[in-house]
């Protein structure tokens, strides 16, 4: 938990590979980029830019909720 957003471990139902789970307040949300023609926070669209790099971690799906936001990434081990 911190500052912006709250940190959940936990697993894809369908692969059991570990994710990190983070939800975010829409009304913490200060800047906003476009991804797919969508509004989303800076923070999505960053890691959807840095997919491909080493040594970052990876998004593998995010989801818009009525006041916030759920970020899917990868959780390394």
């Known amino acids: 938990s911190g500052g912006f957003?709250?940190?959940?471990a936990g697993l894809k139902l369908d692969t059991y590979?570990?994710?990190?789970l983070k939800y975010v307040e829409r009304r913490y949300v200060t800047e906003?980029?476009?991804l797919n023609d969508t509004r989303v926070p800076m923070?999505?669209?960053m890691l959807a830019r840095?997919?491909?790099a080493s040594g970052t971690v990876d998004?593998?799906?995010f989801c818009a909720?009525?006041?916030?936001f759920l970020i899917v990434m990868?959780?390394?081990?």
């Not at 957003?5 to 959940?8: E, F, I, L, M, P």
């Not at 590979?17 to 990190?20: D, G, L, R």
């Not at 990868?74 to 081990?77: D, I, N, S, T, V």
Request: hydrophobic content about 40%; overall charge negative.
């Open 74 to 77: 990868e959780r390394p081990m």
């Open 59 to 61: 998004l593998l799906d």
């Open 50 to 52: 840095c997919a491909n």
């Open 5 to 8: 957003g709250v940190v959940y």
């Open 43 to 45: 923070e999505v669209c």
């Open 32 to 34: 906003w980029g476009t």
């Open 65 to 68: 909720i009525p006041h916030g």
């Open 17 to 20: 590979q570990p994710v990190a």
